[in-house]
């Protein structure tokens, strides 16, 4: 009677194995682990207590909480309630320790793979007749690429101008073209150098409209930053549209709006109005020198126009340009505006790829190239571009396949 007064709570628990066998077991709360795990294996597995060690080679887990029960602790120190689930599982053997034998091979098979070294290949290629390596190959590959790539911009933006020239429609596609440029610089801004200024302690409002103002150039919008910082206006919104612009564009309206109904004339004062487009697109494109270059580089006794011109040639690269200034400078900044042989197979082979052709029917990539030909640092914004980052992609892969032949 006393037994049954003072007995603990019977739980009446649900075991599960991993061959899908199931059972309910009744225990006391105060059973131990060990003793629960060894009645569920007499149910499930027949004289495997036998072997002492079968009992340590399996493992109970509560369902639930997916805790892995400890054989010394009671049912209710590992707070199993009724109606719990718990699963028995086998517990992994170990991996046996490789054999010496494998062990030898192993390692003989990775000194097969193993690269040769310095001396091997030498030995090996004793007896082949010695060439001058530059090993300075790729990086002159990438110069010329940039020096070219600026002639061939030049030459495709005369492509483009006369095929868009073409193009009836052609006032009309450049106004909306460089309205959609205009809102795409409202909105683009490069999160790198963003990051960059923001990290410096500017606040980002005021660090996007630097960036938007010096053509997304860390050091100048710095500079910009640092001149405005107790402007009362430095947090004012930049306008939409300039006066001049709206001007313009209000003639071009009007002169659309007063057009003769001569064709001929109408033809000719769209051309006019084209011809006005353009210089319009390229007086917005001004290069802008970088004032702590040039002032760093005038320090050094050269005249500001040669600064200017050396840093135009070096992309504002400030080591570039004094390197310019020492030499032979060249290319010249005359050379800049010179356009690649349109004879060449180079050009030839980019006119005749499709994407550049296709490309070159779309006003927005003039109006790239004419970006790309003044603000060279811009040139990964538009290689990131849906309708523009293709037909670069075409051009630098041109280039560099006839450049390895």
């Given amino acids: 009677q006393e037994e ?82 718990l699963l028995l599982i086998k517990k992994r053997a170990p991996p046996p320790l490789p054999k010496m034998a494998d062990v030898s091979a192993e390692e003989k098979r990775k000194q097969e ?38 002639k061939i911009l030049v030459s495709l933006i005369e492509v483009a101008q006369k095929l868009l020239a073409l193009n009836p429609d052609a006032v009309e596609l450049f106004k ?68 001049s612009e709206a001007t313009a564009e209000a003639g071009a309206s009007s002169a659309e709006a007063t057009a003769g109904p001569s064709s001929e004339a109408a033809g000719e004062e769209a051309k006019d109005e084209l011809t006005e487009i353009f210089k319009k697109i390229r007086r917005k494109r001004e290069f802008r020198p970088d004032p702590r270059a040039v002032i760093a580089l005038m320090e050094m006794g050269f005249d500001e126009k040669e600064v200017v011109d050396a840093l135009r040639v070096n992309n504002n690269q400030q080591n570039a340009a004094c390197e310019w200034l020492l030499g032979d400078r060249k290319p010249s900044p005359e050379d800049l505006d010179k356009g690649i042989d349109t004879n060449s197979p180079l050009f030839q082979a980019i006119l005749e790829n499709p994407v550049v ?49």
């Fill in 357 to 405: 052709q296709l490309g070159l029917t779309n006003p927005k990539t003039l109006l790239a190239f004419e970006d790309m030909l003044e603000n060279p640092l811009n040139s990964t914004q538009w290689m990131n571009d849906p309708e523009t980052g293709p037909v670069m992609l075409q051009i630098s892969r041109i280039f560099q396949t006839l450049n390895r032949t």
């Fill in 4 to 85: 049954k007064i003072f007995a603990g709570k019977v739980l009446r628990l649900q075991v599960c194995t991993m061959e899908g066998a199931e059972w309910l077991e009744e225990v006391p709360e105060d059973t131990t682990v060990e003793k629960l795990k060894e009645r569920c294996l007499k149910h499930c597995v027949p004289g495997s207590l036998e072997d002492p060690k079968t009992v340590t080679h399996h493992k109970l887990i509560h369902a639930t909480s997916e805790k892995v029960l400890t054989d010394t602790k009671t049912v209710l120190e590992e707070n199993i309630q009724d109606r719990d689930v």
């Fill in 113 to 150: 793979q193993k690269a040769p070294d310095k001396d091997a290949i030498l030995k090996a290629t004793a007896n082949l007749p010695s060439r001058n390596v530059d090993r300075t190959v790729a990086h002159h590959n990438m110069r010329d690429f940039q020096t070219e790539l600026r």
């Fill in 176 to 243: 909306k073209a460089n309205a959609m440029l205009d809102e795409d610089e409202e909105d683009r801004v490069d999160e790198i150098a963003l990051r960059q200024l923001t990290e410096m302690g500017f606040p980002e409002s005021r660090a996007v409209k630097a960036l938007r103002l010096n053509h997304m150039s860390v050091t100048q919008a710095m500079e910009w930053l640092i001149e405005h910082a107790d402007d009362p206006a430095v947090d004012a919104p930049l306008p939409g549209q300039t006066p």
